[in-house]
């Protein structure tokens, strides 16, 4: 049973635009959102993460934006930049379960210049 | 500080073979967790390891099997290997929980 839920599963955005990428989740237990970007050839890398508890985060040029009562989280990508073109997952996780990640299907950003 | 790092990166195995595949965390990193990725599935939890232990187990056949040492370094075998097991295996490590997982660069391991 698929937990995680991504969309969309790819996205073409022109240099400078807003890419959004939107997930959602069932399992009210879930309590750390993360997200990872993941180049060809390359293992997934932690971009940035957010609590039940916080509404928006905010690092550089990414944004989490995080609706418990939907049960749902985007990532947000401002000023997208050719160099972003990557594949981006979403992911949850509880405290309970160590460090059991559950990832959503994947959404694969092309950025053009 | 070093990353996880993981060996060999690729491998190419005949059908009912075994495999090894091995995993060094970061450097104090109790928690080394394993997952399969493929085209199809995506990413999926294998299990954790957190002080020799396996803590979590995720839904794949008794074949996947795996071990963590003193060192906190990990290994996962797979047994009787079957085609749909070709796939990019990653190992991920972390202090002990979820937060700031690190991922190693994978193995892509080929079922021929």
């Known amino acids: 049973q698929q937990q995680v839920k991504q969309s969309p599963q790819s996205l073409i955005v022109q240099k400078g635009g807003i890419s959004i990428i939107n997930c959602a989740y069932e399992n009210t237990a879930f309590d750390y959102f993360p997200w990872y970007q993941q180049f060809p050839g390359k293992g997934p890398a932690l971009l940035i993460a957010i609590r039940p508890d916080v509404s928006e985060k905010k690092e550089g040029r990414f944004t989490i934006s995080f609706n418990k009562s939907a049960k749902q989280f985007s990532l947000h990508i401002m000023d997208s930049q050719p160099g972003d073109s990557a594949t981006y997952f979403c992911?949850?996780?509880?405290?309970?379960?160590?460090?059991?990640?559950?990832f959503g299907e994947g959404t694969q950003l092309t950025v053009n210049p | 500080k070093a990353g996880v790092t993981q060996t060999p990166r690729y491998l190419i195995k005949t059908r009912g073979q075994q495999v090894t595949l091995s995993c060094s965390p970061i450097?104090?990193?109790?928690?080394v967790s394993w997952y399969q990725q493929t085209p199809g599935q995506g990413l999926q939890f294998l299990f954790e390891?957190?002080?020799?232990?396996?803590?979590n187990k995720g839904n794949f056949p008794g074949r996947f099997s795996g071990r963590q040492f003193s060192n906190s370094r990990s290994e996962m075998n797979v047994s009787t290997l079957e085609l749909g097991d070709s796939a990019l295996y990653l190992c991920a490590s972390s202090w002990g929980g979820a937060t700031r997982q690190y991922f190693g660069p994978g193995t892509r391991l080929t079922v021929t």
């Open positions: 450097s104090g990193h109790r928690s």
């Open positions: 390891y957190f002080s020799e232990t396996q803590r």
């Open positions: 992911a949850a996780s509880r405290e309970t379960s160590g460090s059991r990640l559950t």
